[in-house]
Structures are given as structure tokens and as C-alpha cells.
């Protein structure tokens, strides 16, 4: 995967059109600072598809949160997972590694 995003990198082309800058706002990097602090990328490495519902059902009950946690799709078999609880997220990195139906949990 890191070779095929290098050969994308190194093909892109940017226009003068397309180089504006945009400067976000320092409360705007705050925010996003705050609410990507409590995430994770999960990564299932596993051949068979996943189904979502199932997934969040189980992670609930393995990782056992004290608070919520949100659970979304990225793409097949990559899942951003938002905590409530930075304690939760701590707690779900100390006890790696995970598996999930014999497959390998990658964070």
C-alpha cells in the first residue's frame, strides 16, 4: 500500500489554479486537534467481507467502553473509530493485539 500512495504522490500534477492556499483558522486545527485525539484507524485484515453492524456489536462488547464510541467506514476493511473516552481508547491500545473472527486488528 505505501509503494502504491509513492507512485500516486509522484505522479501528481498540480496547477497553478489548483495551488491556492487555504488557511484554516487556529480554532478550526483546535477542533480537529480535540475530536481526532480520542480516534483510531482499524484495519481487519481479512479477505471475506465485513458487516458493519455486526462489527460495532461485538467491538462493544470486547472493548467494553466506559463511555459511547462511534464506529464508521472508511473503506472495505478500514474503519475510523471515534471514543468518548480518551480512557477507553488508552485501555483498547494497551491490550492490542486484537483479533476480530481470527483475523489480525491492526490500530
Known amino acids: 500500500m505505501a509503494e502504491e500512495l509513492e507512485s500516486l504522490w509522484q505522479k501528481l500534477k498540480v496547477t497553478d489554479e489548483e495551488e491556492v492556499s487555504i488557511s484554516l483558522g487556529g480554532e ?10 480520542n ?3 482499524m484495519k481487519v485484515l481479512s479477505r471475506k ?3 458493519l453492524e455486526v462489527l460495532r456489536k461485538n467491538i462493544r462488547m470486547l472493548w467494553k467502553p466506559n463511555k459511547s464510541l462511534q464506529l464508521s467506514v472508511i473503506e472495505e476493511e478500514l474503519f475510523l473509530v471515534e471514543f ?7 485501555r483498547v491500545m494497551d491490550m492490542r493485539p486484537w483479533y ?3 483475523q489480525l486488528v491492526l490500530l
Open 100 to 102: 476480530y473472527e481470527k
Open 84 to 90: 468518548d473516552d480518551e480512557c477507553d481508547k488508552r
Open 28 to 37: 478550526c486545527t483546535r477542533t480537529v486537534n480535540e475530536r481526532g485525539r
Open 49 to 51: 467481507g465485513i458487516m
Open 39 to 41: 480516534c483510531l484507524f
